[in-house]
């Protein structure tokens, strides 16, 4: 019986280890400032370097008893317990302020007096230098969360910045982004032209823009010009040769293509019997064929016999067509007059 009953107290001592460290795993160092000059003040009007710590859990705990120390000999495991506590400052009892609830903040003031509030840690906190600073439990052995802080400028602050509930960063924030005794996450209101002037208060950045600007816009115009110049001396030049050589060969093509087109489409609406020539060709040809009859126009050669033929009355379509036809007179045997002399061949 009296082994169960040992045996059980070890199982509840255990089991209370185990959920007073899931508990001392929700208080996270949250933000710190090492130089304070124009932020927070304590109840008497004073500013201290300041530490404010943060319950991410929702269910509330109280960090009464916990230790603060900047001293890092405090990770010496060899170190013995009370020789830990001489150099670490406990959160003191009796200020219902250490009761944190879910998602609640808490701020101590570091470098001060114990006497003048339960806020108030002797906590020594040198500006001038990077500062490592933790938090251990009231047993002053397991250590619960610390930081590096690095070198900070008057009223910086170096704050927790939770990303997915996973990974912790830390980042530097300025004057008009600390939150003591808030989240973290804030969005300060900024105008352009504000952010340009504190990212730029030397004008540095604005005078290059500027000069930037003014040499783009001149090489602009540049190459504008000189494209233009050129396009210009090009037409100059093209006029010049057309005026002095006109382009001959050029001319007779575009003759010799239409006279190709005319004759391919005669050939087409004709047939190819016609190879090419136009009916009206044909038929001026036939005009003045039978006017060159009607005029009875022909060779006068010397030494040429010509015989001329008689019309008669069988030939009646021959007398139509060129109106010559003559009344039939009785016919008389005359003998053909042989030609002498020089005029015969």
Same mark, same amino acid.
């Given at each position: ?82 020789? +830990? ?17 879910? +998602?609640?903040?808490?701020? %101590? ?21 990077? %500062? ?34 996973? +990974? ?178």
């Amino acid at each position: 019986m009296n082994k169960f009953g040992l045996l059980l107290s070890v199982l509840l001592l255990a089991g209370t280890s185990n959920i007073s460290a899931q508990m001392d795993a929700s208080i996270k160092l949250n933000e710190v400032m090492t130089s304070n000059s124009s932020s927070l003040q304590d109840e008497y009007g004073m500013r201290h370097a300041w530490l404010e710590i943060e319950n991410i859990s929702h269910s509330t705990y109280n960090i009464r008893g916990m230790y603060v120390t900047t001293d890092r000999s405090v990770l010496d495991r060899k170190m013995s317990v009370p020789e +830990r506590q001489k150099r670490m400052s406990q959160i003191p009892n009796g200020d219902e302020r250490t009761n944190l609830s879910g +998602r609640q903040h808490f701020v %101590l003031y570091l470098g001060s007096q114990p006497n003048l509030g339960t806020l108030h840690l002797a906590v020594p906190v040198d500006a001038t230098k990077p %500062l490592w600073i933790a938090l251990y439990n009231g047993n002053a052995t397991q250590l619960i969360d610390s930081v590096s802080v690095p070198l900070l400028e008057a009223d910086q602050s170096y704050a927790r910045i939770a990303n997915n509930g996973t +990974r912790t960063d830390w980042e530097v924030k300025s004057a008009d982004r600390v939150t003591p005794g808030i989240s973290n996450v804030t969005t300060v209101s900024e105008s352009k032209i504000e952010k340009f002037k504190r990212e730029d208060p030397h004008g540095f950045g604005m005078a290059l823009m500027a000069m930037g600007i003014v040499f783009f816009c001149l090489a602009l115009l540049w190459i504008v010009f000189t494209l233009f110049g050129m396009l210009m001396r090009h037409m100059e030049t093209a006029k010049k040769v057309a005026n002095k050589q006109p382009i001959k060969p050029i001319t007779k093509t575009v003759e010799k293509t239409i006279e190709v087109g005319h004759k391919t489409g005669v050939i087409l609406k004709d047939g190819f019997d016609s190879k090419g020539i136009d009916r009206e060709v044909y038929m001026a040809v036939i005009g003045m064929a039978l006017k060159q009859y009607e005029d009875d126009v022909h060779d006068v050669e010397s030494g040429i016999i010509t015989i001329k033929s008689k019309a008669t009355d069988w030939d009646d379509e021959y007398a139509q067509m060129t109106h010559f036809h003559e009344p039939v007179l009785p016919t008389t045997h005359q003998a053909p007059q042989i030609p002498t002399g020089p005029e015969l061949k």
